[in-house]
Structures are given as structure tokens and as C-alpha cells.
């Protein structure tokens, strides 16, 4: 087995993990792939202030046929592609770090390349997940190690911040712009993939806000997030959409009305930006519809949602989570927005804002069908559900 460390400290980290692990599948075949631990970043006692930034770590166990050198230079135009700067200082923050810690039972010293790596007695962290990898270090003090927080990148969850003062889930927690931009920061560094934000409300009963008003809500948000924060924005306004687009990094729109014109759609397919489409009813064949539309718009980033809690019943919107396969067939990436829903009134009296557990457990079994993305409220249950999931099945 060769076992592969991976580390980013600076920018989207998450995300950077995720394409290095895509870019190593060109030429490696990982056979476990383990959670993400965050660390403290090592530094030499003269190091700058500016460069004690924590470490996202993670180990992979696989196979490669590339001798051991063929695979560091692999590695090596990986980092640079992935955006490192190789002339940095060896101990600076980086993009992506990809080590070699060990290749089979291989013993090698080069000017290039030590195996297993020179670091390996250094890095308890290292050990750690090599142990929870099933690799035994025999070094019994990795007993008793603790990472500064431990995640998963799978699967790629989207946190939702309402802005809104009358959202069915959280009831206004978010509305004013100071609590909504804590708790997106908060989302981002907790291993969301994106925020979403929504300054409408559409629970049962909703009473429409134009978009000017939902521009007035989002603006104060607009504003002031980080643009180094992935966002989706969920709107069928095309004032909304094009405001966002151009003040702030948005990665996916979220329109649950199919309602944005053609233009607005030819930008976002000139932007590269993944739309998401929803299935509101029971008829399959107007989702096909609208998946053809945006296609013609030139549309390739294509998302479809089943669409529960709307235009269904409780028990349609069963029927559709046991048959998700047949939405997979459009070949469209999926989402499913289940979190908190009404529908959960069929096994809980809980109000919406305790159906944690319960959406949870659809969660999983989404993840199992193999659903690309899941919209939730409470990423921080999702987070240690999953990541406590990925350590039991390695």
C-alpha cells in the first residue's frame, strides 16, 4: 500500500483537497481515502507571525503503476497546477502540500525523495491517520492524539443562512446582516462546499417579496462576506441573480421557479456557474423539460433537485427520495433539499427547527444513493454524523 499525505493552509482548503484527490485519481487508485483533521502548522521558532495558519490534513491508501519518482514528479506538477507557489519558503503556508509517506515496504534515500519520509517520526498527525488508515505505527502515544477539529469532505454539503425574518426553519436567526455573515464564516471554516443565501421565504403560505427587497436584504451581506467564500444564491428573480454576479463570488443559483430569462442564463452558462432546477410536482417529464432549456441556454453545469415539500404530499415526497435513481437518469448532478421538512410530520410531532435527526438520517441514506449535494440547516450535526461515518468504514 502507498500512502499519500495531503495538507492545505491557505484558501478554499476544503476545496483544495477535493482537486488534489482528483487530480491524484489520473494516476493513483485510492482504496481508503481518510477524514480531515485540522492542525496547528508547523513552524521553525523563527518562522513570521503571518505563516501560523492552521493545516487541513488527510491521508490517502492506494496503488499506482509509477515507480516512486515518476509519482513525486506527478505530485509535483499537481501542487503547481493546484496553485502553489513552488519557489516559496519550504516551511510558508501553501495551497496544497502532497507528501509521499510511504510506497509498499520500499526503503529509499535520494537527493529527490526519502521513503518513508524523513517527517514520519515528527508528524503525530501523521500517525494518527495512518493508524485509522489500518496501518499500525506501533507507537502507542498515537493513542491519546487530538486534532483542532476533524471533518469529512463527502458529502459535499451546501449550509443554508436565510435571510429572512420568516423562514419555517429557523425563524429570523439570521435576518439581521451581522448574525448572518458570523454564521456564514462559521459555515465556511466548518466544511460547507458553499452558502447558501435566500432572502425569500417559501415555506407553505409564503407572502412574495419583490426583488428590490430582496436585493435591500442581501445587500448588507453582498457587502461585507469574504469573496474567498463559495456562495449560492437562492433566487428566481433576474435582478437578484445579475446584482449577486456582480458583487460577489457566487458558484451556483438556486431557482425554484424556473423562472430566470434566457439572458440571464446564457450569462451564467458564459460564467461557468451551476445552475439548480427543481422538480416542483410529480411530473418527471417537466424536470426533462427544463433540463433541455437550460442546456439550449448553454447551460453545462446542470443541478436538479426533487424538489421536496413542493407541489407534493407528504407521502409523494417519500416516493420521491426511495426513487431518486430515476432522476439520476437525466445525468444531471443532484440536490436534495429534505432538511427540516414538513414531511417529517409523518414520524416526529417536532417543529421544524428539531427535525435534526431526522434529516439526518435521510441524509445518510441520500449519501448512499450516491447524491451529489445535500442542502442543509445544521452543518455542524452533519459534519460529526459523516466524518464519525468515514472513520468507521475505513
Known amino acids: 500500500m502507498i500512502y499519500l499525505a495531503l495538507g492545505s493552509n491557505l484558501g478554499n482548503r476544503f476545496e483544495n483537497l477535493r482537486r488534489a484527490i482528483a487530480e491524484l485519481k489520473q494516476v493513483f487508485r485510492p482504496e481508503k481515502i481518510s477524514h480531515v483533521i485540522e492542525t496547528e502548522a508547523l513552524l521553525l521558532p523563527d518562522s513570521p507571525k503571518s505563516w501560523d495558519i492552521p493545516y487541513l490534513n488527510m491521508m490517502v491508501a492506494g496503488d499506482t503503476k509509477l515507480s516512486p519518482h ?31 509517506v510511504m510506497y509498499h515496504d520500499k526503503k529509499l534515500i535520494t537527493d529527490q525523495l526519502t521513503i518513508p519520509h524523513t517527517q514520519l517520526e515528527n508528524r503525530d498527525f501523521w500517525k494518527y491517520l495512518l493508524e485509522m488508515l489500518g496501518y499500525p505505527t506501533n507507537d502507542p502515544t498515537v493513542n491519546d492524539y487530538r486534532a483542532m477539529n476533524y471533518f469529512t469532505l463527502e458529502p459535499k454539503i451546501i449550509k443554508i443562512v436565510n435571510i429572512t425574518p420568516d423562514s419555517f426553519s429557523d425563524g429570523g436567526k439570521f435576518f439581521d446582516p451581522s448574525d448572518a455573515l458570523d454564521e456564514i464564516e462559521k459555515a ?49 428573480f433576474d435582478e437578484v441573480v445579475n446584482f449577486c454576479l456582480d458583487h460577489s463570488n457566487i458558484k451556483i443559483v438556486n431557482d425554484i421557479k424556473f423562472n430566470l430569462s434566457d439572458a440571464t442564463l446564457k450569462r451564467l452558462a458564459d460564467l461557468d456557474i451551476k445552475v439548480v432546477t427543481m422538480l416542483t410536482g410529480t411530473d418527471f417529464n417537466c424536470l426533462k423539460n427544463q433540463v433541455n432549456h437550460l442546456q439550449k441556454c448553454g447551460l453545462k453545469q446542470i443541478v436538479v433537485d426533487p424538489g421536496i415539500g413542493f407541489g407534493k404530499t407528504k407521502f409523494e415526497n417519500l416516493t420521491i427520495l426511495k426513487n431518486i435513481a430515476k432522476i439520476k437518469s437525466l445525468g444531471c448532478e443532484i440536490l436534495v433539499g429534505h432538511s427540516r421538512k ?15 435527526i431526522e ?10 444513493f450516491g447524491i451529489d449535494y445535500l442542502r442543509i440547516h445544521n452543518l455542524e ?13 475505513l
Not at 343 to 348: K, T, V
Not at 359 to 368: E, R
Not at 381 to 393: D, N, P, S, V
Open 70 to 100: 515518476e509519482l513525486l514528479r506527478f505530485i509535483k506538477r499537481t501542487e503547481e497546477k493546484l496553485g502553489r507557489d513552488m519557489r516559496a519558503s519550504r516551511w510558508s503556508p501553501r495551497v496544497i502540500d502532497i507528501d509521499i
Open 188 to 236: 465556511y471554516h466548518g466544511g460547507a462546499v458553499c452558502v447558501e443565501i435566500g432572502a425569500q421565504s417559501t415555506r407553505p403560505g409564503y407572502v412574495e417579496v419583490s426583488d428590490k427587497e430582496e436585493i435591500r436584504r442581501l445587500e448588507p451581506i453582498i457587502a461585507n462576506v469574504s469573496k474567498k467564500i463559495p456562495l449560492a444564491i437562492d433566487t428566481y
Open 342 to 356: 414538513s414531511f417529517f410530520s409523518l414520524i416526529s410531532n417536532k417543529e421544524a427547527i428539531d427535525r435534526d
Open 359 to 368: 434529516t439526518l438520517a435521510v441524509s445518510d441514506i441520500m449519501q448512499n
Open 381 to 393: 450535526y452533519h459534519m460529526k454524523f459523516f466524518t464519525a461515518k468515514t472513520i468507521i468504514q
